[in-house]
Each structure stands twice: as C-alpha cells, then as structure tokens.
C-alpha cells in the first residue's frame, strides 16, 4: 500500500503545505508587544519566501518541492556564488529586519552587501552575526559553500517547524473514529500472502492511528509494516524529515550557464534519503518484493492511494512498481480530474506498456472495489 498527503486530507487533516504556510501567515501577521529575535518564524527566509510566493501566485497552489528547484536556479548566478578568486568577489553580509515580511528570493540581492572584513566561520562557510539590536537578523557568508550551507540550514529549520506544526496542531488533535473502512478487497485481486507494507510519502503516521489491523483483506494480516521514505514526524531528536526537490543533471555541454554545482545536491530528496537514512527499509522491501530465492513465487499488489504521482518522487515510485513485473497496480483516485492526472503521471513513470498490462485505475470511495469506503454504506 502505497499512501500520499491525498490520504491525508481524505481524512479532513490539516498537513499539507497550504495549511501550514497559513498557519506561517497567521504567525508572521499577528500583533506583538516587542521583538522576538529568538522567534524561528520571524527568522526563517523559506518561510517568508513561500508565503509571499503563494500570495502571488492567486488561486494556484504553491507546489513547494518545485519552488525549491526554481530558487536554485535562480540563486546559482549571484556573485557570491562565483568564483571567490575574481577581485572582486567579497564575502557578504545577509541582513534583514525581523518586521520585514514582504521578502522573497528573487530579491534576495537587495538584502547582501559586499563585507571587507573577515570572521571565524567553521566548515559551514557562514556565521550569525549578534545584531546590535534585537530588529535585525545578520549573517557573514564567506564563500560559495557557505552560502549554499546557509540555505540549506534554513530549510532544514522550516521542516523542523513544519514538523512542530503537524505533531502539535494536527495529529495531537486526530480524531480516532474514521469516517471510513479501510479496505484492500478490490476484484480479482487475491494476495498470496499475509504480509501488508505501507509505503508512506507522507511525515504523519495516519494510517497506523486510524486502522492499523483494522483493515478488510482476504486474509487475515499477519505483518503490517510502515515505512516512511521521507521520516516520520516525532521519530528523530533531530527532524529526520526530508524536503527538497527532485534529482537534476549538473553538467549541461549544451548549456554551460544552465548548469547547477553539485554543492547544490543536497537539495534533492534523493540525497536527503541516504543522509538521515530514511531509505533503508525501502531496500529491504524491493528485496522482499523480488527475492533472491527465485523458488520463493511473490505477486504484490500495489495499492495506490493519496500519491499525485508527481516527478519529484518518480525514480523511486519507478524503482518499486517495476521491482516485481507481475505485479497488479491499483490507483485510486477521489474525482475524474484527478483520474486524468494519474493516468498521464503513471504512464511517465512505467510506461504505457505496462500501464496496460498491469494497472487499474479504480475511485477510492466506491463501495465494492474502492479503498476508502464510508461507513454509512453496508457491505
């Protein structure tokens, strides 16, 4: 079973970056009494950046992993990101005013000065530095890697506060009772086994709250293993949580100026997969979905639910769906719309070919064959 933030919000919770960049909103615009400098809202760029870039962009909804690529892209050709050899490359100081809730990366060269002086900056290549007052925020970046750090370190301290956000505003507030049955019964699909894995792209572990051995099989589970490729909320001291963007090329012959530094790499969810080890049991289910062994005869079923399909996480829903090519795929979708959408999505990512062999694309809510069956319809 695979789930998306799409089983999420079939649930009627909170957790998708449109909640919580309101809940920002909410945060930034509220009166106070004085400066708080020790605030990590007022302090976090990424923050401000998707709230102002949302606000811009109208109805459309901001796709956050995207807007992370458009950022690299457009930050990779500042001059502090050049070769420190020229002349007339400087470190630079980042500085911003707390109050100041209208910054965007695409202006990002307005808030940088050239520094003539020099500081202790460690490996990471930038230091804070302590504001003669409590309104501003400061930062000595003294070289490329430092600045790239820097960013990075940013997004890191937003996806602690997103985590924040959905272990204290969203799952402490979960209500137990579902609306639904959970169920893995879609026609002529019959598992050979009693094992059941969740494959979760999502931090939340809904799922597991809401039905854990409360779910309709042929069979009665034996084993029901989460596994959450991008962390869970609450697992790490530490936010093992990752977000980023999807797998790019750094070199480009066509293209010199196009090209993005392999410092940059560790924006991608590919990298942040192996750096907080949130890949491990993903590998250990490709192995136990095509065994060694090969008199040991597996069949899965995939049972996709909530995922858009989108390309961010198209290499790895390519590696799992075609580790076993005799398989059956059922996606679900919860309006035609959306059913358009997938279909396209997952031909991208398997191919036609297999799409034709092996995929169903069934409503989730439908009371035979769908996954989410409101309680209010008798079986």
Not at 163 to 168: A, C, D, F, K, Q
Not at 196 to 212: A, G, K, M, P, Q
Not at 271 to 278: A, E, L, M, W
Request: aromatic share 12%; charged share 25%.
């Amino acid at each position: 079973m695979i789930v998306g933030n799409g089983f999420d919000l079939a649930h009627d919770l909170k957790t998708s970056y449109i909640d919580f960049l309101n809940y920002c909103y909410e945060k930034l615009v509220k009166p106070r009494m004085t400066y708080p400098p020790s605030d990590p809202y007022y302090q976090n760029l990424w923050v401000k950046h998707f709230i102002n870039t949302q606000r811009n962009m109208g109805d459309t909804w901001i796709d956050v992993e995207k807007e992370i690529f458009r950022v690299i892209k457009l930050v990779k050709n500042l001059s502090i990101l050049k070769n420190t050899t020229h002349p007339k490359i400087k470190p630079q100081v980042f500085t911003i005013n707390f109050n100041d809730n209208i910054f965007m990366f695409d202006n990002i060269s307005n808030y940088l000065q050239d520094s003539f002086g020099t500081g202790e900056v460690g490996a990471k290549g930038y230091v804070r530095i302590q504001p003669h007052n409590n309104l501003t925020y400061s930062t000595y970046i003294a070289n490329p890697i430092g600045f790239i750090n820097f960013l990075y370190d940013q997004l890191r301290d937003f996806s602690k506060l997103f985590e924040e956000y959905l272990l204290n505003e969203v799952l402490a507030n979960i209500n137990q009772d579902s609306p639904y049955k959970l169920s893995l019964k879609a026609t002529g699909v019959k598992p050979n086994n009693k094992d059941v894995y969740l494959l979760s792209f999502n931090y939340t572990d809904t799922c597991e709250r809401l039905y854990n051995s409360k779910i309709n099989t042929y069979c009665n589970i034996e084993k029901f293993e989460p596994i959450f490729v991008h962390g869970k909320a609450g697992q790490c001291e530490n936010c093992n949580l990752i977000l980023g963007t999807h797998s790019f090329e750094n070199t480009n012959p066509t293209s010199p100026s196009s090209c993005i530094s392999h410092d940059f790499n560790i924006f991608k969810k590919h990298n942040q997969r192996h750096k907080y080890s949130t890949i491990n049991k993903y590998q250990d289910l490709l192995q136990k979905l095509n065994p060694l062994d090969k008199r040991k005869k597996v069949r899965p079923v995939f049972h996709i639910v909530g995922h858009s399909l989108d390309e961010t996480d198209r290499e790895i829903l390519k590696h799992v769906l075609n580790a076993n090519k005799n398989s059956i795929i059922n996606i679900y979708y919860h309006n035609v719309e959306a059913q358009t959408r997938l279909i396209n999505r997952i031909n991208n990512i398997i191919g036609e070919e297999e799409v034709m062999a092996r995929v169903r694309f069934i409503y989730q809510h439908d009371k035979e064959k769908g996954i989410l069956i409101p309680k209010d319809i008798q079986e």
